[in-house]
């Protein structure tokens, strides 16, 4: 006589069997988002228009590169290479600032072989300023008065903006653009940061990723810029081949 199972073994092996094939399902699905990721490189911006108002030689194209960064990691949507990865491979390829934000074809091709990316983000930022009282400090004349270091409460406005292009190192072709624009205006911090104010602000550094220049408002206003630029950027994967 055949000898029959008991229910409840039944259940469990079918229960047993449902849980390998989500569990299958899961893992492949997961391969395939991880597979879909485009893998970028983000050059440092160009910034040649912009002053040193502040009266040292930071890097504002730099900074305004690393915080994209971290969006577009936060987001998800790419891989985004190493900062450390990249600049070695700069350098071994001579790559001058002047390039930044119009690699020439040569430069595209040997980076993105030597990176084993196809894509790859240039930009440059049009707008990085404060203003107070109806008084531009901008271009020039923000260091005579105000430092990096400047911690008045008077009521400011703060103006960025980058412009960003996407870019197959294959081929040349510019693939996407995308614009960021930020603006904060309101009684707070103009810049705080590092030391500095007074007469002489060469002491002074903006540390872009700290939270002492994300309370202020050109730290707003760059956060804002930065923020539209990566949602574009994102919207435009779609585009990828």
């Known amino acids: 006589m055949p000898q029959l199972f008991h229910p409840e073994v039944l259940v469990r092996g079918c229960l047993c069997a449902v849980a390998v ?98 894509y790859m983000i240039v930009g440059s930022v049009t707008k990085f300023g404060t203003e107070k009282s109806n008084k531009s400090f901008g271009a020039g004349g923000f260091g005579s008065k105000y430092g990096i270091g400047e911690m008045g409460t008077s009521k400011g406005k703060a103006n960025v903006a980058i412009s960003a292009r996407m870019i197959d190192t294959t081929t040349g072709e510019i693939l996407a653009v995308a614009k960021g624009d930020g603006i904060s205006k309101r009684s707070g911090l103009l810049l705080g940061g590092g030391a500095g104010g007074g007469g002489g602000a060469g002491a002074g550094r903006i540390e872009f990723g700290a939270s002492e220049f994300r309370d202020t408002i050109l730290g707003e206003a760059t956060e804002m810029a930065v923020k539209a630029t990566a949602e574009k950027l994102v919207a435009a994967k779609a585009r990828l081949q």
């Open 21 to 118: 094939a989500l569990l299958s399902v899961v893992c492949t699905s997961s391969a395939q988002a991880q597979a879909s990721r485009p893998t970028v490189a983000i050059l440092n911006f160009d910034y040649g228009t912009i002053e040193h108002w502040w009266g040292g030689n930071q890097d504002i194209g730099q900074g305004i590169s690393d915080l994209l960064v971290d969006e577009l990691v936060n987001d998800g949507s790419y891989r985004v290479i190493e900062r450390k990865r990249l600049d070695a491979i700069l350098a071994e390829q001579n790559f001058a600032q002047t390039e930044r934000a119009d690699p020439s074809a040569k430069t595209l091709a040997a980076v993105g072989k030597m990176l084993g990316v196809k």
